[in-house]
């Protein structure tokens, strides 16, 4: 696709509505064991929970290869075969409560054509501005990239997790765990349920664990370490890929200005995602 086409998704909007319904809030506590207040009506929902609601429900004929929507609609055809959600940049401006009705509006920021190290890559930058009954709630700018299939897995050089930590936590990515997320998120993405898909296709060693549950597991222990604050800013990135064998460590360092930085790392104690969060200065 051209890039003048690519660019002509630059500006298009889309709004989506909801309800924060308690039911998807218990069944992600149960599958990540977060011990999250039980979710009655005016409760306080936790940060980036919001993510179990606007689903991309469309039809079964309208899915292609990878599980995915097909390509087109509010998001731009690009025509390489594999996307990712790879970071995001989210601002905390009023909290959300079970049972509020919730409004998202989205809109495609920019489009960037590159070159990397596997070939040609595309960056879609999605903002999402969310809103409850008393204004907006959360912003949220979204990365996704798209990428050509490799010819075979070539693992990106390993980031260390740093030494200086002040906590770290062992979690267990396993399949059960990836397919109980990947519906409770209605993302039928085969690299994280089908592992002859992910490893013949796509070429990964074994199932793909989520960005986005990998982001959500570090905000909960971050926040249950601190439950008397509240989550201002949170930004996060993919380093490199997670399985569902690798040994899982959740980590976090404290930063000079009060902030935490928090990292997932493998086994090998490689960095998968690394991000920052920032709380709310005290009124």
Not at 71 to 88: D, N, Y
Request: some cysteine; charged content about 20%.
């Amino acid at each position: 696709m051209a890039a003048a086409d690519l660019q002509a998704w630059v500006g298009r909007r889309e709004t989506a509505r909801d309800v924060l319904a308690p039911v998807p809030l218990r069944a992600l506590a149960a599958t990540l064991e977060t011990g999250w207040p039980e979710p009655s009506p005016g409760v306080e929902v936790p940060p980036l929970a919001d993510w179990l609601y606007f689903l991309p429900i469309v039809p079964a004929s309208q899915i292609g290869p990878d599980g995915h929507p097909t390509k087109g609609g509010f998001l731009p055809p690009v025509p390489l075969e594999r996307r990712m959600w790879a970071g995001s940049r989210l601002l905390f401006t009023a909290p959300l409560r079970v049972g509020e009705p919730i409004e998202r509006r989205s809109e495609i920021l920019k489009v960037a054509q590159k070159d990397g190290r596997s070939g040609p890559m595309v960056f879609v930058t999605v903002r999402h501005e969310v809103h409850g009954p008393t204004g907006l709630a959360v912003e949220h700018e979204q990365d996704i990239v798209y990428l050509p299939l490799p010819e075979r897995w070539t693992p990106p050089p390993p980031v260390p997790l740093p030494g200086d930590l002040a906590w770290t936590e062992q979690r267990r990515c396993d399949p059960v765990l990836l397919f109980r997320f990947s519906a409770l998120t209605f993302n039928a993405h085969r690299i994280h349920y089908d592992r002859d898909y992910a490893r013949e296709v796509e070429k990964y060693p074994g199932l793909v664990v989520h960005g986005p549950l990998q982001a959500i597991l570090l905000m909960a222990a971050a926040t249950a370490r601190h439950p008397d604050r509240r989550p201002a800013s949170f930004v996060f990135r993919g380093v490199r890929p997670l399985f569902d064998h690798d040994a899982v460590t959740l980590a976090a360092r404290e930063t000079a200005e009060g902030a935490l930085e928090l990292f997932t790392a493998n086994g090998d104690a490689a960095v998968a995602m690394q991000a920052t969060l920032s709380w709310r200065t005290a009124a």
